[in-house]
């Protein structure tokens, strides 16, 4: 039987010590006292502990004061705003940014975490990008989390690998948002998803499923619209009205609920009479559409401002052995003119 690989999460936890403090040791800092320092080093030697860090060796010095932030993609509202509360609490706690756009592509995300590594941060703050989510390879995230320093994922995360998260409860705000349809009378609820192959998509589909079933509706899946080319929405929503009863329609993203909006008053429905319409993420065109349109609210300004937080605190106290936590931020709904009053 293959012989499993020793790692510093290995070596960390013998020694009820950080990781950091074990990548210190392994580099001979000056910062690790000399006693713990070879105790370390030869309990390594002795497992054949050998570091994956070629082609360069990552040696953490003294603080930094410097955070990387990977987010998939700019110009979506929820991660600006998401950037935003990063941003606030790194500047009150008198760190710097460097910030890396994925656009969704794995080998960019590689290349901005290597790129990051190299500047010799603190710590690393991301949100994966769609490729690394529908590939489910992980491994530049766990060499990084091997070689000493820690990252916090945020929204979209995995449970493949072991760090500090915090993500918004999709599931529940979907089963929020679709009840609100059932209880305003709606029977015949659609949902629409551009995101359905991240792990927010998914839930957030789980929890619109769980609405219909526990109010004993049927789930159709010819009410279900997973579109995979952001262009292809106008005609899938074009069949979906032409050949089916629909009398609300659930949007798993910004984009996706403007769209909805459009092709809905296009086809001559009035709003919300004849069909509602509830959007995932709280941003500024939701609110400036007619009807302006209720939206999931995802707290994304405070989902990043407590990423920044817990990630300070570890580096800042990092002989300080804690295991990892994961946040949920709980999500609310925005009522607006595109649904019915309770």
């Known amino acids: 039987m293959k ?21 210190k040791a392994l580099n001979d800092s000056y910062e690790i006292s000399n006693r713990t320092k070879s105790m370390i080093q030869e309990y390594a030697k002795e497992l054949q502990y050998k570091s994956n ?7 953490k010095q003294k603080n930094t ?15 600006t705003k998401v950037f935003v509360g990063i941003e606030k609490i790194v500047t009150e706690k008198g760190y710097n940014l460097i910030t890396c756009i994925s656009n969704e592509s794995r080998d960019k995300e590689v290349t901005a975490m290597e790129l990051l590594k190299n500047s010799n941060l603190d710590g690393v703050i991301l949100s994966m990008a769609e490729e690394t989510q529908v ?12 070689q000493g320093v820690p990252i916090i994922m945020i929204d979209r995360v995995t449970n493949e690998i072991e760090c500090d998260k915090v993500i918004v409860n999709d599931e529940e705000g979907a089963f929020n ?3 609100y349809f059932i209880k305003t009378g709606c ?3 659609a949902i629409v998803s551009n995101i359905h192959l991240l792990s927010v998509g998914k839930l957030r589909l789980e929890g619109y499923k769980r609405a219909l079933v526990e109010a004993n509706f049927p789930i159709d899946d010819n009410l279900i619209l997973k579109v995979d080319e952001f262009n292809d929405i106008d005609t899938l929503l074009k069949i979906l009205l032409d050949s089916k009863k629909v009398d609300a329609i659930l949007c ?11 092709m809905v008053l296009y086809k001559g429905y009035k709003v919300p009479e004849d069909i509602s319409i509830i959007g995932f993420t709280n941003g500024v ?14 707290h994304s300004t405070y989902l990043g401002e407590a990423a920044a937080k817990i990630l300070i605190d570890k580096i800042e106290n990092e002989n300080i052995e804690t295991s990892y936590t994961t946040k949920v931020i709980k999500t609310n709904l925005i009522e607006r003119d595109s649904t019915k009053r309770l």
């Not at 012989?3 to 990548?23: G, Q």
């Not at 590939?135 to 091997?146: A, L, M, P, R, W």
């Open 3 to 23: 012989k499993k690989r020793i790692t510093l999460k290995d070596i960390a936890k013998e020694f009820n010590v950080s990781i950091a403090t074990v990548s």
């Open 53 to 59: 860090q070629s082609p360069f060796t990552y040696e």
């Open 65 to 79: 004061k410097t955070i990387g932030v990977i987010i998939p993609n700019m110009l979506n509202h929820f991660f």
């Open 135 to 146: 590939k489910k390879d992980f491994t530049h995230f766990q060499n990084t989390i091997n």
């Open 177 to 179: 948002a679709a009840n």
């Open 187 to 189: 029977q015949n609820i």
């Open 252 to 262: 798993l993203e910004e984009d996706s609920a403007i769209s909805t909006l459009k």
């Open 285 to 298: 065109l939701p609110r400036h559409v007619t009807p302006a349109i209720t939206t999931v609210s995802q």
